[in-house]
């Protein structure tokens, strides 16, 4: 895959791995790293087990470095 497609109500757009400097993980999201005033925030609840192995199989594939972070602020 191309990267990462993020849909909202107001649009689609698409975020290259070759774009991103990596990804954070802690206990409660997914943070894709690409520049200081641009990075993409996923919560881990809106995914099952299945959907975020392959999530961290899709950053692996895509050679993005994954990096477990602080735990997250609730």
């Excluded at 993020?6 to 400097?21: D, E, I």
């Amino acid at each position: 895959d191309e990267g990462l497609h993020v849909r909202n109500p107001h649009g689609v757009s698409l975020m290259r791995w070759s774009a991103m400097k990596g990804v954070l993980r802690d206990r409660n999201r997914f943070v894709f790293l690409v520049s200081p005033n641009n990075n993409t925030v996923l919560p881990r609840r809106l995914m099952s087990s299945a959907q975020e192995l392959a999530l961290i199989d899709m950053i692996a594939g895509a050679g993005v470095e994954l990096t477990d972070g602080p735990p997250g602020v609730d």
